[in-house]
């Protein structure tokens, strides 16, 4: 298969003549599962391309066999016969018509669904919340940071959550005052449901606020559950907690700091440096109705930071330090979290706090209009096995890694079985990215690979591939330093399973560790499916690349010019996802103006059919946990490449 780009060759699986039905289905159903899944319409739409207009809609696990489809373009049908393997039509007519897509059974048309039109990408308006003054008299603005997606109102469309990073957000690492952060609810024409303001107690940057949307009491609306502080408002204005409270360190005495969030004194001494910072003060999980924002419930924060306040010049001190590795809350306001179907029926959101050193990690369950506790695991609880603590990411993974049909934890270096108990650990401590999925079909079971930062517990191990279901390393690339970044996906048809490379090294490597080119990709961050083919493409800042394998480079298929990506050198969209048309993933990056979501969705035909990602319980649960610290691609709990069974 030739890559397709700026080469000038056309991408496998768009051979088709425009306008006709494609001839090669991949179907793929997933296993029999009695994990929830949405309720989701067709998702029709139809997108204008250089070679007509693109028709692509959803096929549904629950679709029943042999169920084919009919398309229209202004009331005329466009194919011959009922389309049965394939989810697109290609239109090379096409034009400014209304498309519509029915139902096919036994020869008989049934459920019509309108397709949305999109030209270039759709346009959805946003209402960017004015800006502000920091405590220390800093005016900052507004910027559309990461989103996730749910069905909020049960009408089987999506809708979008969006987060509003103001731009005094800071890092964990750095002392200083924010803006209050906001979560929005938008329609896909712009209209806004709702706005929640998490209020002056939550500090914003992208360790602080994890937000998480999913239909979690099976009512077949979707709730946003996240944690919330004293003075947070709801989509509805009520106030959760004490209104007046301010917990936030140093209000009263600004301080002039370094990158480290620390000062020195006269005398040359670093003290740390709290201003801005939240020690202490009531912390609390709310879990918010997805169709109107109201607040149904809230209950203390389940990973507790412990009582630190101790006063004076050093409000942490030595119980902050003991308790999670140092005494500035850098390390014990790391929080991640997710979404898990770990009883196997529903999901579970999971919440943790930190990850450099001690971890401890919480699912909570959302039932009867009520938060309870599911589990919750401690690294340095008494009888936890040595080698828990210190192994997280900036983001964890949820996979079903023993196919016992509930979802695990996968935290980094070490996992958690469904109910919470320790499940392996690799001790090789942080790292900066991962990814989990069928990595290597020829093996049983799913992998992981990911890099490292802390060469010591590594092992001077840079990156590596490891058995999802016990830990163990399967190979890895050296490395005499800090491993920032690393990626995998099959982008190379000539060798079986997905390709893994990363900053450690300047080769790419099949599924088995082989060098297989001593050039790699350069782009690290995220991949899409987003052509013809079943190979995945390159994915960052606001370009979609195509690896030539022949050339031994990336060639754009897609400059989203005008658009921006997020969180500095991470250069993430809002969300990539399977939103809508068929199995590949739309990208939603915000316009750089901050004024409007734009969402890109694929011209390019292919001849393969697979259901929407979205009905598979891991990808689902990856686009719930994406928005997550840095932002990892989602991955399915199935191979999806060059040589995947038909």
């Given at each position: 298969?030739?890559?397709?780009?700026?080469?000038?060759?056309?991408?496998?699986?768009?051979?088709?003549?425009?306008?006709?039905?494609?001839?090669?289905?991949?179907?793929?159903v997933p296993a029999k599962t009695a994990m929830q899944l949405e309720k989701l319409d067709r998702g029709a739409v139809a997108v204008r391309g250089s070679d007509g207009t693109l028709v692509s809609?959803?096929?549904?696990?629950?679709?029943?066999?042999?169920?084919?489809?009919?398309?229209?373009?202004?009331?005329?049908?466009?194919?011959?016969?009922?389309?049965?393997?394939?989810?697109?039509?290609?239109?090379?007519?096409?034009?400014?018509?209304?498309?519509?897509?029915?139902?096919?059974?036994?020869?008989?048309?049934?459920?019509?669904?309108?397709?949305?039109?999109?030209?270039?990408?759709?346009?959805?308006?946003?209402?960017?919340?004015?800006?502000?003054?920091?405590?220390?008299?800093?005016?900052?603005?507004?910027?559309?940071?990461?989103?996730?997606?749910?069905?909020?109102?049960?009408?089987?469309?999506?809708?979008?959550?969006?987060?509003?990073?103001?731009?005094?957000?800071?890092?964990?690492?750095?002392?200083?005052?924010?803006?209050?952060?906001?979560?929005?609810?938008?329609?896909?024409?712009?209209?806004?449901?709702?706005?929640?303001?998490?209020?002056?107690?939550?500090?914003?940057?992208?360790?602080?606020?994890?937000?998480?949307?999913?239909?979690?009491?099976?009512?077949?609306?979707?709730?946003?559950?996240?944690?919330?502080?004293?003075?947070?408002?709801?989509?509805?204005?009520?106030?959760?907690?004490?209104?007046?409270?301010?917990?936030?360190?140093?209000?009263?005495?600004?301080?002039?700091?370094?990158?480290?969030?620390?000062?020195?004194?006269?005398?040359?001494?670093?003290?740390?440096?709290?201003?801005?910072?939240?020690?202490?003060?009531?912390?609390?999980?709310?879990?918010?109705?997805?169709?109107?924002?109201?607040?149904?419930?809230?209950?203390?924060?389940?990973?507790?930071?412990?009582?630190?306040?101790?006063?004076?010049?050093?409000?942490?001190?030595?119980?902050?330090?003991?308790?999670?590795?140092?005494?500035?809350?850098?390390?014990?306001?790391?929080?991640?979290?997710?979404?898990?179907?770990?009883?196997?029926?529903?999901?579970?959101?999971?919440?943790?706090?930190?990850?450099?050193?001690?971890?401890?990690?919480?699912?909570?369950?959302?039932?009867?209009?009520?938060?309870?506790?599911?589990?919750?695991?401690?690294?340095?609880?008494?009888?936890?096995?040595?080698?828990?603590?210190?192994?997280?990411?900036?983001?964890?993974?949820?996979?079903?890694?023993?196919?016992?049909?509930?979802?695990?934890?996968?935290?980094?270096?070490?996992?958690?079985?469904?109910?919470?108990?320790?499940?392996?650990?690799?001790?090789?401590?942080?790292?900066?990215?991962?990814?989990?999925?069928?990595?290597?079909?020829?093996?049983?079971?799913?992998?992981?690979?990911?890099?490292?930062?802390?060469?010591?517990?590594?092992?001077?191990?840079?990156?590596?591939?490891?058995?999802?279901?016990?830990?163990?390393?399967?190979?890895?690339?050296?490395?005499?330093?800090?491993?920032?970044?690393?990626?995998?996906?099959?982008?190379?048809?000539?060798?079986?399973?997905?390709?893994?490379?990363?900053?450690?090294?300047?080769?790419?490597?099949?599924?088995?560790?082989?060098?297989?080119?001593?050039?790699?990709?350069?782009?690290?961050?995220?991949?899409?499916?987003?052509?013809?083919?079943?190979?995945?493409?390159?994915?960052?800042?606001?370009?979609?690349?195509?690896?030539?394998?022949?050339?031994?480079?990336?060639?754009?298929?897609?400059?989203?010019?005008?658009?921006?990506?997020?969180?500095?050198?991470?250069?993430n969209p809002a969300l990539s996802v399977d939103l809508f048309g068929d199995w590949r993933e739309e990208v939603i990056w915000r316009a750089a103006d901050n004024n409007s979501?734009?969402?890109?969705?694929?011209?390019?035909?292919?001849?393969?059919?697979?259901?929407?990602?979205?009905?598979?319980?891991?990808?689902?649960?990856?686009?719930?946990?994406?928005?997550?610290?840095?932002?990892?691609?989602?991955?399915?709990?199935?191979?999806?490449?060059?040589?995947?069974?038909?």
């Amino acid at each position: 298969m030739a890559a397709c780009g700026t080469t000038g060759t056309q991408p496998s699986g768009s051979s088709a003549a425009p306008g006709s039905a494609a001839t090669i289905a991949t179907a793929m159903v997933p296993a029999k599962t009695a994990m929830q899944l949405e309720k989701l319409d067709r998702g029709a739409v139809a997108v204008r391309g250089s070679d007509g207009t693109l028709v692509s809609w959803r096929a549904l696990a629950t679709d029943a066999p042999g169920l084919a489809f009919n398309v229209y373009r202004d009331g005329k049908k466009l194919n011959a016969e009922p389309l049965a393997t394939s989810t697109s039509f290609n239109d090379a007519a096409g034009g400014t018509g209304a498309y519509e897509v029915r139902e096919v059974v036994n020869g008989t048309e049934g459920a019509a669904s309108k397709a949305l039109a999109i030209d270039g990408f759709l346009t959805v308006p946003l209402r960017r919340p004015d800006g502000g003054k920091t405590a220390d008299g800093k005016e900052y603005t507004y910027n559309a940071n990461d989103a996730s997606v749910a069905d909020l109102d049960g009408d089987g469309q999506y809708e979008i959550v969006l987060k509003w990073d103001p731009s005094a957000s800071q890092d964990n690492c750095c002392a200083g005052f924010t803006g209050n952060v906001l979560l929005d609810a938008y329609k896909l024409d712009g209209k806004l449901l709702w706005r929640v303001n998490l209020g002056p107690n939550i500090r914003a940057g992208a360790h602080y606020t994890q937000f998480q949307v999913a239909d979690y009491d099976g009512d077949g609306k979707a709730e946003l559950i996240v944690k919330t502080a004293d003075g947070t408002r709801d989509g509805t204005g009520k106030t959760i907690g004490d209104a007046g409270a301010n917990w936030v360190s140093g209000s009263g005495e600004i301080e002039q700091t370094d990158r480290t969030g620390s000062r020195r004194t006269e005398d040359g001494k670093l003290m740390a440096s709290f201003a801005g910072r939240i020690l202490k003060g009531p912390e609390y999980l709310s879990v918010f109705e997805g169709a109107t924002g109201r607040v149904l419930d809230t209950i203390p924060y389940p990973s507790k930071r412990g009582d630190v306040d101790k006063g004076g010049d050093n409000p942490g001190g030595d119980e902050l330090k003991a308790r999670w590795g140092d005494a500035y809350a850098n390390r014990s306001d790391r929080y991640l979290a997710g979404t898990a179907w770990l009883d196997g029926k529903r999901p579970s959101a999971v919440f943790a706090r930190g990850y450099y050193a001690r971890t401890t990690i919480a699912a909570v369950d959302f039932a009867g209009g009520k938060l309870k506790q599911r589990w919750y695991f401690d690294s340095e609880a008494a009888g936890v096995p040595k080698g828990y603590s210190g192994q997280g990411n900036h983001q964890f993974s949820v996979a079903d890694v023993d196919g016992d049909g509930r979802h695990e934890i996968v935290y980094g270096a070490m996992a958690l079985d469904d109910d919470g108990k320790p499940l392996w650990t690799t001790g090789m401590g942080h790292g900066d990215a991962m990814h989990v999925g069928d990595l290597d079909p020829a093996r049983p079971g799913l992998e992981k690979w990911g890099v490292h930062e802390n060469m010591a517990m590594a092992r001077n191990r840079g990156a590596a591939m490891v058995d999802a279901r016990t830990g163990e390393v399967l190979w890895s690339t050296a490395a005499a330093k800090d491993t920032g970044r690393g990626a995998t996906g099959d982008i190379d048809p000539r060798f079986p399973g997905a390709e893994a490379w990363s900053a450690a090294s300047p080769n790419l490597f099949d599924a088995k560790g082989n060098v297989i080119a001593q050039a790699r990709p350069g782009q690290m961050n995220f991949m899409a499916w987003w052509d013809g083919d079943l190979q995945r493409e390159l994915l960052d800042g606001t370009k979609i690349s195509k690896w030539n394998w022949q050339a031994g480079r990336a060639d754009v298929l897609l400059d989203a010019q005008g658009a921006a990506s997020n969180n500095g050198t991470k250069s993430n969209p809002a969300l990539s996802v399977d939103l809508f048309g068929d199995w590949r993933e739309e990208v939603i990056w915000r316009a750089a103006d901050n004024n409007s979501l734009r969402i890109y969705s694929t011209a390019i035909p292919t001849t393969h059919k697979l259901t929407t990602l979205m009905h598979d319980p891991q990808y689902r649960a990856a686009i719930a946990w994406q928005n997550t610290a840095y932002n990892q691609p989602p991955w399915p709990s199935y191979y999806i490449g060059e040589g995947m069974p038909k």
